[in-house]
């Protein structure tokens, strides 16, 4: 049985459309059965009825506090009993009680080298330090915000010259393979979350992921 997946978004939805067309061509063993997104004019909830998947807004400016908004996204997810839900640039905040209930199968794409540059600005923040390089991690969501689990990481070099906006464009094309590739271990069973730490192939990550060097195997 494929992988029954429900994918949040906020934005343009690169990530997601790296999801869709590894579903489409059988590198993924996943159903994207609905893309959710926080804002009704994300371009991702075009790509997604593009590809014939069910979307979703929960508006979370119709709410007024965290939890009525937590409470109304976990509904709609939850009326699709996905086996995994992938946070796909989903720019919301979301409550201990909301992580709890998807615990061990959340994942994350965060674009830094965790556990550097958790929350905004991770690209500009990585330029001014002086680091010659900077990438993104996937990992599981726990309560501490990009604080869960790692499961896979990619580096990308910092360029002398680099602006954020172009070392954001290099470290995407990366998430476009990483992100992906760790569903893919976990709709195949081999990735879990064992109390606080990622697993793969019943043996712990490191404790910044996966090393990803180019090769899905
Ligand atoms: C990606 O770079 C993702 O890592 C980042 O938002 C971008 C979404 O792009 N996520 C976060 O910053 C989460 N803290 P996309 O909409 O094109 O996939």
Sequence with gaps: MPCNTVILISGSGSNLQAFIDSAQSGRLD?????VISNRPAAQGLERARDAGISTAAVDHTAYSNRDDFDAALREVIDGYQPDLVILAGFMR??????VRHYRGRMLNIHPSLLPKYPGLHTHQRAIDAGDTEAGATVHFVTE??????????????????????LLAARVLEQEHRIYPLAAQWYAQGRLILNGNRAELDGEALPATGFPFNGTSD
């Excluded at 996943?30 to 609905?34: E, G």
């Excluded at 905040?93 to 909301?98: K, P, Q, S, T, Y």
């Excluded at 990481?153 to 002398?160: K, N, T, Y």
């Design 144 to 165: 501490e915000l990009d604080g869960g689990p790692p499961v896979i990481h990619a580096r990308v070099p910092i360029e002398a010259g680099d602006g954020a906006e």
């Design 30 to 34: 996943a159903t994207i059965s609905a």
């Design 93 to 98: 905040i979301l409550g201990a009680d909301f």
